[in-house]
């Protein structure tokens, strides 16, 4: 377990922005038969990059063993247990480095299913993933991330539905499982009210709680909340990222209709807003709509960050920051802190004497980076 004197984490989820040729899992098709083995050889050189860059949690990618639980692939349903040698070495690596891992399943794992085949293929999932990590040897604080579901037109049956996908669960499952209010149907409050009847874990998403909170649950007595499910000595978790507030720019089709009116001369309606004017013969045009504030921004506003750390002064939990640019997110953020809230970069253990290796990062982030372009599981999905 985390010592508790020990300063709090930041981290970032799967994809090493900062160095591209870093890859974080074996993505050959089927054919070509990936395997476990060498998605743990890949994220070797990712530990030695988080140590090199003193970043200290980090979320794998829920794909690093390829198929191992496709129901049509029987070829790779061993993976898991063929690579307990290297599960086992990875896991004493991170350890010794003092890496906190996780994972987090995509949005089609889902627990409370309608259909119990899906269920039952999202329980196999979730306990392919509890396995790797019992399978590394890490403690408790190493945990599997999920969300309630889809609503399937019934909020609270498919509420009580997640207890009873939970149920089902085997027990390596219930004990590395957390639950993580979301962004667009299951609340802070509904979190709490599953918590209360199973003991699920809870992790605190500070960006879901702006985008759904019809409770009106106080974020102090809430964060407060859900750190208490977790037990002592177990260091919790939460999520962090700050919305897109940029322009959102869709590609769209132009019509025969459109294209003989910009031939016309006519300019298009007053809705519609356009990167660019409209050229004659153009068949695609960049239509620009307002941000959606369930989108995670690339980078994380310092100030926003530490007006929230500020209000959680005397809490204890690690930071997962979901910016959209991962690890150069947390390159840039460190030295923002360092300069507009010693205070609270203090709390992560960062001082004026990272003050130079700061630099060397900002310099070399100016000199171009790039942000990652597929949503986040944690972004923005439309309701069902």
């Not at 695609?284 to 002064?313: Q, S, Y």
């Amino acid at each position: 377990m985390t010592d508790p004197a020990r300063p709090l984490r930041l981290g970032f989820p799967v994809k090493v922005m900062g160095r591209p040729e870093l890859k974080s899992q074996d993505t050959r098709r089927w054919q070509k038969n990936p395997h476990l083995k060498c998605s743990l050889e890949l994220l070797d050189a990712v530990l030695d990059y988080l140590r090199a860059e003193r970043l200290d949690m980090y979320r794998l990618s829920s794909d690093i063993a390829p198929y191992a639980t496709h129901p049509d692939m029987p070829q790779f349903h061993a993976m898991v247990a063929e690579s307990d040698a290297e599960l086992r070495a990875f896991g004493a690596k991170a350890r010794a480095l003092d890496i906190r891992l996780s994972f987090h399943p995509s949005q089609y794992v889902l627990l409370n299913a309608p259909d119990p085949q899906l269920t039952a293929k999202s329980i196999w999932d979730l306990a392919s993933q509890s396995e790797m990590l019992d399978r590394m040897e890490l403690d408790d604080e190493a945990v599997v991330i999920t969300h309630v579901g889809g609503v399937y037109g019934d909020h609270d049956a498919s509420r009580a539905r997640w207890i009873a996908g939970w149920e089902q669960c085997p027990e390596h499952v219930r004990r590395r499982l957390v639950l993580e209010n979301d962004d667009i149907r299951f609340s802070a409050a509904d979190a709490l009210w599953i918590h209360e009847r199973t003991g699920v874990r809870l992790v605190f998403d500070y960006q879901h709680f702006w985008c759904l909170n019809p409770e009106r649950l106080d974020m102090r007595d809430t964060l407060e909340r859900f750190l208490a499910t977790w037990r002592a000595g177990v260091r919790p978790k939460i999520h962090f990222s700050s919305p897109r507030t940029e322009l959102r720019e869709i590609k769209q089709k132009i019509t025969p209709k459109q294209r003989a009116a910009a031939q016309a001369g006519k300019r298009p309606g007053k809705a519609e807003l356009l990167k660019a004017p409209m050229k004659p013969t153009a068949r695609v045009k960049t239509v620009l709509r307002p941000p959606i504030w369930t989108g995670h921004a690339d980078f994380t506003n310092p100030f926003e960050f530490a007006t929230f750390m500020r209000m959680a002064e005397g809490l204890v939990f690690d930071v997962m920051m979901e910016g959209k640019s991962k690890d150069i997110s947390l390159l840039r953020l460190r030295p923002d802190l360092l300069r507009y809230a010693p205070d609270v970069a203090a709390r992560f253990g960062i001082t004026a004497d990272d003050a130079a290796q700061f630099a060397a990062d900002e310099a070399r982030l100016e000199k171009g980076v790039d942000a990652d372009g597929e949503p986040d599981v944690d972004e923005g999905r439309s309701a069902a």
